[in-house]
């Protein structure tokens, strides 16, 4: 299995994804230019408002904050760069990587880590967070509902909540009294996530804006009822997140996510990854999900 090459290369790896960071947080990353959009000025605007268009406004009936869908809601021209509030988290996707991989990147400062796969998770994270009680994991992967306990006990985030079913297998596990939800007035600085003997969980529910049938994710039109349901069984959402498919052009896909967020009163924006995350935090992404860029192909 590779590893990513050595300690050297990973140092000067994560150097490169935080001064592209960087960069991207102060001086934006205009997406709509036509070297990003393949030529065509116009594509990464024309598509995210097609997007939008055929995604119904929030509906009545949620006491969570709404607002209109409209693009250019951000009060600039799509032709200027986006620029974020504030630097998003760096969450290093260890998929397939082994544990001293990993270690190393601890050892660099990484704090935030990402898996798709419950099992894989188990084999490597207990031992680590024993070790080093500071980072955080985060499930970036479909999550079955005969998975959620054992999701529970490994992650602190989980980005794909998505059906009602899901919000249902949750609940049910919190009711046992062993987990509780972070409410996001909990979720400050200087907080202490280990403090409460619940030990809180985050939730961010994943989009499916590319309507793709082989992903998950709840379709955007659908995503006012599952908050609704969310908000009625208890479970705080504190985000969106998504994957734009693999050949269209992400930022019309990450601009919509941001209007869905902003029109339900959500904070948190999970998406981009090695290959478009400086788009991302261009829309105004708070988490960012890199794995080769980091680490190299995995083997």
Known sequence: ???????????????????????????????????????????????????????????????????????????????????????????????????????????????????????????????LKAKYPQIRLHLIGSLQTNKVKEALALFEVIHTVDRPGLVDAIMKEVARGTWCVMREEQHAPGNNQTATPHLPRRFLIQVNTGREPQKGGVLPEDLSALLDYCQKKGLPIAGLMCIPPQHEPPAPHFILLRQLAAGHGLRELSMGMSGDYEEAIAEGATMVRIGTALFGERG
């Open 1 to 127: 299995m590779k590893t990513g090459g050595s300690a050297g290369k990973l140092e000067a790896r994560l150097k490169a994804v935080r001064n592209a960071v960087s960069r991207s947080m102060r001086e934006g990353y205009p997406p709509h230019t036509a070297a990003a959009s393949g030529g065509d000025i116009t594509l990464g605007t024309a598509r995210s408002q097609a997007l939008i268009k055929n995604t119904p406004p929030a509906s009545g009936g949620s006491r969570l904050v709404r607002h209109s869908f409209s693009e250019g809601g951000r009060g600039e021209s799509c032709s200027e760069p986006w620029r974020p509030a504030s630097t998003p988290t760096l969450i290093a996707v260890t998929k397939s990587h082994p544990a001293e991989v990993i270690e190393e990147a601890i050892r660099l400062g990484v704090t935030d880590f990402g898996e798709n796969k419950v099992q894989e998770a188990r084999a490597k994270y207990p031992a």
